[in-house]
């Protein structure tokens, strides 16, 4: 009949087929226990930033004596004000303060979002200021780059590989992690007639990047010296010991990236200082196509920044040693 109310819904109504649970009733019962604190951490999609921010709720914790997720709920804006006061009696830089604070005003969103409780307490609490637009990761120049390029042997397997790391590194501006994270079939992907990279970044996200010719001719020359060039879903960059019987080949991890690639042949070939590593090369590749009257807008979507802002820390254009009224000087 028109306009007749439809059946009341019966709890018989939202049943699930009659299938095999993949939790068990303990198990369904322990998850619906996980407190919001615990589900924030365990949300953060970067390895990278979970690191970090566990080192940043921990330092936090151990000054407030916090011991259960649960007594997060009962800090104030005056814990938190005194946490700054610690820390800035430590003498941290005010990147590092910046980002503990970071790390506290996420936690409280989420149990904002989650009703745990009903503000964030680190909101309204000042933070230092960025002492400088600039990045302080730094780039290396043109000379450094070739050198560095051309410091592995190109007569070994493991002379191979660690070139053609290099050079995704410098001509791609590549995270470590998301280096290790490349595929067989990740490299050289046709599209549009063009070779391209895809590339999986933070959050899952992933963008297709072309790939230099320099990089190309790299990797073909290193997996046919490995081997494994038709294996499309296996590592892209592994370990030059070949696997124990019925074993499956391990990537490369982050950590070999940075101390037995990058930082062993900066070392080689003479480059030092704070903050040389990988990142120094994904920085060298920004400032390089910047320089180069790349398009900032699309050297921000090169890089996988969800926000401009933090492209320009790589814009090093005005201040260039080159362009500096130093060099102008004549007596």
């Given at each position: 009949?028109?306009?007749?109310?439809?059946?009341?819904?019966?709890?018989?109504?939202?049943?699930?087929?009659?299938?095999?649970?993949?939790?068990?009733?303990?198990?369904?019962?322990?998850?619906?226990?996980?407190?919001?604190?615990?589900?924030?951490?365990?949300?953060?999609?970067?390895?990278?930033?979970?690191?970090?921010?566990?080192?940043?709720?921990?330092?936090?914790?151990?000054?407030?004596?916090?011991?259960?997720?649960?007594?997060?709920?009962?800090?104030?804006?005056?814990?938190?004000?005194?946490?700054?006061?610690?820390?800035?009696?430590?003498?941290?830089?005010?990147?590092?303060?910046?980002?503990?604070?970071?790390?506290?005003?996420?936690?409280?969103?989420?149990?904002?979002?989650?009703?745990?409780?009903?503000?964030?307490?680190?909101?309204?609490?000042?933070?230092?200021?960025?002492?400088?637009?600039?990045?302080?990761?730094?780039?290396?120049?043109?000379?450094?780059?070739?050198?560095?390029?051309?410091?592995?042997?190109?007569?070994?397997?493991?002379?191979?590989?660690?070139?053609?790391?290099?050079?995704?590194?410098?001509?791609?501006?590549?995270?470590?992690?998301?280096?290790?994270?490349?595929?067989v079939k990740d490299f050289a992907q046709e599209r549009r007639g063009v070779p391209h990279l895809r590339v999986q970044g933070k959050g899952g996200k992933l963008r297709y990047l072309p790939a230099h010719p320099h990089s190309l001719r790299l990797v073909a020359e290193y997996l046919a010296a490995s081997g494994?060039?038709?294996?499309?879903?296996?590592?892209?960059?592994?370990?030059?010991?070949?696997?124990?019987?019925?074993?499956?080949?391990?990537?490369?991890?982050?950590?070999?990236?940075?101390?037995?690639?990058?930082?062993r042949y900066m070392a080689q070939v003479g480059i030092a200082g704070e903050n040389m590593g990988p990142h120094a090369l994904r920085a060298t590749a920004a400032t390089n196509a910047l320089e180069h009257q790349a398009d900032i807008a699309k050297v921000q979507e090169w890089l996988g920044h969800a926000s401009?802002?933090?492209?320009?820390?790589?814009?090093?254009?005005?201040?260039?040693?080159?362009?500096?009224?130093?060099?102008?000087?004549?007596?």
């Amino acid at each position: 009949m028109p306009g007749a109310a439809p059946p009341p819904l019966k709890t018989r109504d939202l049943a699930a087929p009659a299938l095999a649970r993949a939790l068990t009733a303990p198990e369904f019962a322990r998850l619906a226990e996980v407190p919001p604190e615990a589900q924030w951490f365990a949300n953060l999609d970067s390895a990278q930033t979970r690191r970090a921010y566990q080192g940043d709720l921990r330092a936090f914790m151990a000054f407030t004596g916090i011991v259960q997720p649960e007594e997060f709920r009962a800090v104030t804006r005056a814990h938190i004000l005194a946490w700054r006061a610690e820390l800035e009696k430590q003498n941290l830089a005010g990147a590092s303060i910046r980002r503990k604070l970071a790390a506290l005003a996420s936690l409280y969103d989420y149990l904002c979002e989650s009703n745990a409780v009903t503000h964030n307490p680190v909101r309204g609490v000042k933070r230092p200021k960025a002492e400088t637009s600039e990045g302080k990761t730094p780039a290396l120049g043109d000379a450094q780059a070739r050198a560095l390029l051309g410091a592995p042997p190109s007569d070994t397997l493991k002379g191979k590989r660690d070139r053609a790391i290099l050079s995704v590194l410098l001509y791609h501006a590549l995270r470590r992690e998301e280096l290790t994270k490349l595929l067989v079939k990740d490299f050289a992907q046709e599209r549009r007639g063009v070779p391209h990279l895809r590339v999986q970044g933070k959050g899952g996200k992933l963008r297709y990047l072309p790939a230099h010719p320099h990089s190309l001719r790299l990797v073909a020359e290193y997996l046919a010296a490995s081997g494994h060039g038709q294996e499309a879903d296996s590592p892209l960059f592994r370990r030059t010991r070949a696997p124990r019987a019925g074993a499956l080949a391990s990537a490369l991890t982050p950590g070999s990236v940075y101390a037995d690639v990058v930082v062993r042949y900066m070392a080689q070939v003479g480059i030092a200082g704070e903050n040389m590593g990988p990142h120094a090369l994904r920085a060298t590749a920004a400032t390089n196509a910047l320089e180069h009257q790349a398009d900032i807008a699309k050297v921000q979507e090169w890089l996988g920044h969800a926000s401009i802002s933090t492209t320009r820390v790589y814009d090093r254009r005005g201040s260039r040693p080159e362009d500096s009224p130093t060099f102008k000087v004549a007596y």
